[in-house]
């Protein structure tokens, strides 16, 4: 077993034939439920996980996520942002897909570190221009990292690599057809 950046890269690469063998395989459907606590407050948990139209029941854990606003934003500042947590998906999937992609490169991480930020302009949420959209304007993302003999333009590549295939990226990048419904 050949293992880079604590990945199992023949795993990465069965993954990889089987999805590619049967495409049905690839189709994933991630849940989380939630309920209001008051003010700007959501608590929430992680729901089933269905692949290829099956439920996952191995994955026993549900883990419970916070939100809240900060103070100069109405909350009460209990916990996390909605727009953190935004920053932190796409911190998470950055390090997913990098992680993977090096692997199966063969690039051996010595370390590498996210900074990320985005800009929102509260105009567009309080109504009061229509011309502002209510989300983020922008996000910036910034990457340190440090490898074992790797070259710049590899890891340049790699990042730009990254930026193609991270599904929380292009999620954001791309319109996404979101279905909201009265239950």
Aim: a negative charge; one cysteine or more.
């Amino acid at each position: 077993m050949t293992v880079i950046n604590d990945i199992d890269v023949q795993a990465l690469d069965d993954t990889t034939a089987a999805v590619e063998a049967n495409p049905r395989l690839g189709q994933a459907t991630f849940s989380v439920d939630g309920s209001w606590q008051g003010g700007c407050r959501l608590t929430a948990q992680t729901g089933t996980l269905t692949q290829g139209g099956e439920r996952d029941e191995s994955r026993v854990a549900k883990y419970v996520m916070s939100s809240d606003e900060p103070a100069a934003l109405l909350g009460t500042d209990t916990a996390v942002s909605p727009a953190e947590y935004l920053l932190q998906a796409l911190a998470g999937c950055y390090t997913v897909t990098l992680a993977a992609l090096a692997s199966a490169q063969g690039i051996e991480l010595k370390s590498f570190r996210l900074e990320l930020e985005g800009d929102i302009d509260l105009r567009g949420f309080l109504g009061l221009d229509p011309a502002v959209r209510p989300g983020l304007q922008q996000v910036r993302v910034r990457v340190h990292v440090d490898t074992l003999d790797t070259p710049r333009e590899q890891i340049q590549e790699l990042v730009a690599l990254v930026e193609e295939r991270s599904p929380i990226r292009d999620t954001l990048v791309s319109p996404v057809d979101v279905v909201t419904t009265l239950a």
